[in-house]
């Protein structure tokens, strides 16, 4: 078992558990969706790094709440109704289809209805979670080890995020791309989003309808074979993929649109947290100072 606080967690080592996890993560946060009322950027809809794993946190059911919780340490999610309600299931090997259908009885169990639309989003050929028999894996060492990276990296985050007395995200976990993630604004409203890959153009324009730097932890995929951390404005300050930002190993990838920092780079240096916080706040800046953001109105001295 890892203890290292930031362990490695090389993409091809735990490729089809993070596949796996990726379609249970969204089934859990499709129920939140359904039954949580709507809020701005579709922040309603996350999920939240705990001591244990990831949560829902309570979501409403008539004069009840319920929440739902991955825990990474036991490696089981458990179900937790406020009339005292329980469930739990474990985080073992099994098919997105059966995982799905466990929740879904459990939920039943405790009189909790829970109707969702059942097809991931924003992921290339999406399978209806009824029918994936595809993805099965679950290796609980490595389902740690992104818990263990997600815990150190929230605990940076929300330190950066309360340097800022402006409209801020909380820091949390988006289950449609798998990401953390945490966004300042700057007040003003920003340009209709032109729209991004496998999502919805309503969805993307309520996420950006303000003008904000954005910042985040992503596992990989597709043309990017290891965990990154990266940074990005929209709309984007002419300048700003050609700022010089901090760590000297940070670029602006043409590819992704945002600045980039491999998770190994903050892992293997002297003092993560100071590097991690050197790339949020310099991006941030380089947004900030583009764009005419009033920082000292915005920032805490």
């Given at each position: ?136 894996s679950y290796d609980p060492e490595y389902a740690r080890r992104w818990w263990q990276i997600l815990l150190e990296s929230d605990r940076v985050m929300k330190a950066f995020r309360a340097r800022f007395l402006g409209k801020a995200s909380p820091v949390h976990f988006f289950w449609g791309a798998f990401d953390l993630a945490v966004t300042r604004f700057s007040g003003r409203k920003a340009p209709p989003h032109p729209g991004a ?105």
């Amino acid at each position: 078992m890892s203890t290292t606080a930031w362990p490695s967690l090389p993409l091809a080592e735990w490729q089809d558990t993070y596949a796996t996890l990726h379609m249970w993560t969204q089934i859990v946060g499709k129920i939140r969706l359904a039954r949580t009322p709507a809020m701005n950027h579709w922040w309603q809809v996350t999920l939240y790094v705990t001591s244990r794993g990831l949560t829902t946190s309570p979501i409403p059911d008539g004069s009840r709440t319920f929440q739902i919780d991955f825990d990474f340490i036991d490696h089981r999610l458990a179900i937790q109704a406020s009339d005292g309600g329980t469930r739990t299931l474990p985080l073992a090997p099994r098919s997105v289809a059966a995982f799905y259908r466990a929740l879904m009885a459990a939920l039943a169990e405790l009189g909790i209805a829970a109707r969702i639309w059942p097809t991931p989003v924003e992921i290339e050929r999406p399978i209806r979670f009824d029918q994936d028999e595809e993805h099965r894996s679950y290796d609980p060492e490595y389902a740690r080890r992104w818990w263990q990276i997600l815990l150190e990296s929230d605990r940076v985050m929300k330190a950066f995020r309360a340097r800022f007395l402006g409209k801020a995200s909380p820091v949390h976990f988006f289950w449609g791309a798998f990401d953390l993630a945490v966004t300042r604004f700057s007040g003003r409203k920003a340009p209709p989003h032109p729209g991004a890959p496998n999502a919805p153009l309503g969805m993307v324009r309520e996420a950006y309808s303000h003008e904000v730097s954005s910042c985040g932890l992503w596992p990989g995929g597709g043309p990017v074979p290891e965990p990154i951390y990266y940074a990005y404005a929209y709309p984007e300050p002419p300048g700003f993929k050609e700022r010089a930002v901090h760590p000297a190993e940070a670029f602006y990838s043409k590819d992704l649109g945002e600045f980039v920092l491999p998770y190994e780079v903050v892992r293997r240096s002297a003092s993560p947290d100071d590097t991690l916080l050197a790339f949020l706040q310099s991006t941030y800046e380089a947004a900030a100072d583009l764009a005419r953001w009033d920082r000292v109105g915005l920032e805490r001295t």
